[in-house]
Nanobody, 122 residues
Framework: QVQLVESGGGLVQAGGSLRLSCAAS????????MGWFRQAPGKEREFVAV????????YYADSVKGRFTVSRDNAKNTVYLQMNSLKPEDTAVYYC???????????????WGQGTQVTVSS
């Protein structure tokens, strides 16, 4: 089993940057693909980015491509989401999730963190 705890959210002005972290417990972290999802008020949870267990493969939603970067440090059991050039429409609760498959769909993920709020002011 994997437990996930996100951190790094906050309030930032448009054009600014934030780096989210997701710390995982468990010895098998390096065997999981790690995804980032977000959910804005009144909207469905949507895919943001995913990184393979090795870190070699990454995929991004079109809405964040070129602005967000996902990375991981398996020695620290941590995955990161660097968010640059933030826009008001990036405002949401951001969740990390773990699964053995490299998926962009939320229902395939077995483990979820509690989420961290990101608010981008205009």
């Amino acid at each position: 089993q994997v437990q996930l705890v996100e951190s790094g959210g906050g309030l930032v002005q448009a054009g600014g940057s934030l780096r989210l972290s997701c710390a995982a417990s468990g010895r098998t972290f390096s065997s999981y693909a790690m995804g980032w999802f977000r959910q804005a008020p009144g909207k469905e949870r949507e895919f943001v980015a995913v990184i393979s267990w090795s870190g070699v493969r990454t995929y991004y939603a079109d809405s964040v491509k070129g602005r967000f970067t996902v990375s991981r440090d398996n020695a620290k059991n941590t995955v990161y989401l660097q968010m640059n050039s933030l826009k008001p429409e990036d405002t949401a609760v951001y969740y990390c999730a773990a699964d053995h498959s490299l998926s962009v769909t939320s229902y395939e993920y077995d483990y979820w963190g509690q989420g961290t709020q990101v608010t981008v002011s205009s």
